[in-house]
């Protein structure tokens, strides 16, 4: 896996932050060919080096992919077990350390799980197997944040 991530440099002419532009922002092209913008969060006592909030933070994307690995696994999990899942969304809350590095110290999932004739057993096993066995994100931030869990079961 591979990723390259290049700042885009200040907006033409002027170095600060400016409606078209973000001093502090970058774009990530990935070993799959796909691009995702970041910009950092604007800082009003130094705008040079703040962002203009055009874009998620890395911090966001980090949590925001930890989000996508874990749901992709419960889906997985659930379609190879025969249910008959049709929806699936997770909610990510988290805290920081407040010095640096920032690091995550508390992360939340809320799975909401929606089908039909699943059993509340089935949904939890997958999200325990995603958090302790599949989930590479989940699993590598769990060596600094205490990492809940909890879930809804719709039916459909």
């Given at each position: 896996?591979e990723c390259?991530?290049?700042?885009?440099?200040?907006p033409?002419?002027t170095?600060?932050t400016?409606?078209s532009?973000?001093a502090?922002?970058?774009?990530?092209?990935?070993g799959?060919?796909?691009?995702?913008?970041m910009?950092?969060?604007p800082?009003?006592?130094k705008?040079?080096?703040?962002g203009a909030?055009?874009?998620?933070?890395?911090?966001?994307?980090v949590l925001?992919?930890t989000?996508g690995?874990?749901?992709?696994d419960?889906?997985l999990?659930?379609?190879?077990?025969?249910?008959?899942?049709?929806g699936?969304?997770?909610?990510?809350?988290?805290e920081?350390a407040?010095?640096?590095?920032k690091?995550?110290t508390k992360?939340h999932?809320?799975?909401?799980?929606?089908?039909?004739?699943?059993?509340?057993s089935?949904v939890?096993?997958?999200?325990?197997?995603?958090?302790?066995k599949?989930?590479?994100a989940?699993?590598?931030l769990g060596k600094?944040?205490d990492?809940?869990?909890?879930?809804?079961?719709?039916?459909?």
């Amino acid at each position: 896996m591979e990723c390259t991530v290049s700042w885009t440099g200040p907006p033409a002419s002027t170095g600060t932050t400016t409606t078209s532009g973000s001093a502090m922002s970058f774009l990530a092209t990935t070993g799959s060919g796909h691009t995702l913008v970041m910009d950092g969060a604007p800082d009003a006592t130094k705008p040079e080096n703040g962002g203009a909030n055009l874009a998620p933070r890395p911090m966001e994307t980090v949590l925001a992919g930890t989000g996508g690995c874990t749901a992709y696994d419960v889906v997985l999990i659930l379609k190879r077990g025969r249910h008959d899942v049709r929806g699936c969304t997770v909610r990510l809350t988290s805290e920081r350390a407040g010095t640096d590095p920032k690091v995550f110290t508390k992360i939340h999932m809320h799975f909401v799980v929606t089908g039909r004739g699943i059993a509340a057993s089935a949904v939890e096993r997958a999200i325990a197997m995603s958090r302790d066995k599949y989930c590479s994100a989940t699993i590598m931030l769990g060596k600094t944040a205490d990492i809940t869990t909890s879930f809804e079961l719709v039916e459909s």
